[in-house]
């Protein structure tokens, strides 16, 4: 059987399109499962998961939840509010205390970029990157992808947008080492206070018009301002913003053709889509969240499948 080559999701510029294309390959065999009466394999009944969220997670969080119970794997869910962290105990001690169980994966989430990294040269366990700060979120990317496969039957050659808040999105970063691995081409677009300096250099083009944004490109995915890591007004008012940067179904009738809409979640409509395009039969974004158990799926097996080797 094929096998990734790492032992670890941290993110995906640490992974290769192999790696991509075996984890796709998988997640296809796992979205007939879900699709089916009997939804559940025994695949990891002997695979115990840790689920440790540092920062609040709905999607994500329920996402990891079901795959890995579609999978029949133990699971324990730890959230850092109810725990002791609060009392001041460190990442690795808490981490420790629950390997101690005999714990084979941990799936993290933390606001510290990182931090998924630390943790994987720290503990004897397979570590999944759920989200580390603004840096990467690979499982949100994989799936992204494989939802552009999905709908326009690969992703090489295709023209992405990213729209809205690139600055704080780990979302956009992983999308752009994921879609450009594949060999697709891609653009922002957002106000000039959310685009990174130098962004340039990761290959992107940044294209401050929306219309002209949409007109290029096959996919947009919009992202949603997040607020919770703005320090201060990065424009002003979200009016404006979604004057110049909200997708509407007037602007996407406009266009001389379709475009696919994507969006990572939480939605907030009426500011970067207005729920007539969140929607429409443009949007993939349900499309996404099934996806979302697939790939899931396909990682946390590949990965406890290289355990036995890893552990010993």
């Keep these: 059987m094929a096998e990734l080559s790492v032992n670890h999701l941290l993110g995906i510029k640490y992974i290769n399109k192999g790696d991509i294309d075996l984890?796709?390959?998988?997640?296809?065999?796992?979205?007939?499962?879900?699709?089916?009466?009997?939804?559940?394999?025994p695949s990891l009944r002997d695979i115990t998961i840790a689920n440790i969220f540092f920062e609040n997670s709905t999607r994500t969080k329920l996402s990891f939840e079901l795959a890995q119970k579609r999978l029949s794997a133990d699971v324990i869910s730890f959230a850092a509010a109810q725990?002791?962290?609060?009392?001041?105990?460190?990442?690795?001690?808490t981490v420790n205390n629950i390997l101690a169980m005999k714990v084979d994966m941990v799936v993290m989430r933390h606001s510290s970029p990182g931090a998924a990294y630390f943790l994987s040269r720290n503990a004897k366990a397979a570590i999944v990157n759920a989200g580390d700060g603004a840096h990467e979120h690979p499982t949100?990317?994989?799936?992204?992808?494989?939802?552009?496969?999905?709908?326009?039957g690969e992703v090489g050659g295709k023209k992405v947008v990213i729209v809205g808040d690139i600055l704080h999105s780990r979302v956009a970063l992983s999308n752009i080492y994921a879609l450009q691995m594949q060999g697709a081409e891609v653009r922002v677009c957002g106000p000039k206070t959310l685009i990174p300096r130098h962004i340039e250099s990761l290959g992107v083009k940044v294209e401050p018009d929306l219309r002209k944004a949409l007109e290029w490109a096959d996919v947009a995915n919009m992202l949603r301002v997040q607020n919770e890591r703005l320090d201060f007004s990065y424009f002003p008012t979200t009016r404006e913003y979604t004057q110049q940067y909200g997708v509407t179904k007037a602007l996407l009738d406009s266009l001389d053709?379709?475009?696919?809409?994507m969006h990572p979640g939480p939605i907030n409509r009426g500011v970067e889509i207005t729920s007539d395009v969140a929607d429409s039969q443009q949007s993939v974004i349900l499309d996404q969240v099934e996806n979302g158990v697939a790939v899931r799926m396909a990682v946390i097996y590949l990965l406890a499948s290289k355990i036995k080797g890893f552990n010993s």
């Design 140 to 152: 949100q990317a994989l799936l992204d992808s494989f939802s552009i496969r999905e709908k326009l």
């Design 257 to 261: 053709k379709e475009v696919v809409i």
């Design 23 to 41: 984890i796709f390959e998988t997640a296809d065999h796992f979205k007939e499962i879900i699709n089916r009466p009997i939804k559940k394999v």
């Design 83 to 93: 725990s002791s962290v609060k009392k001041g105990e460190t990442l690795i001690d």
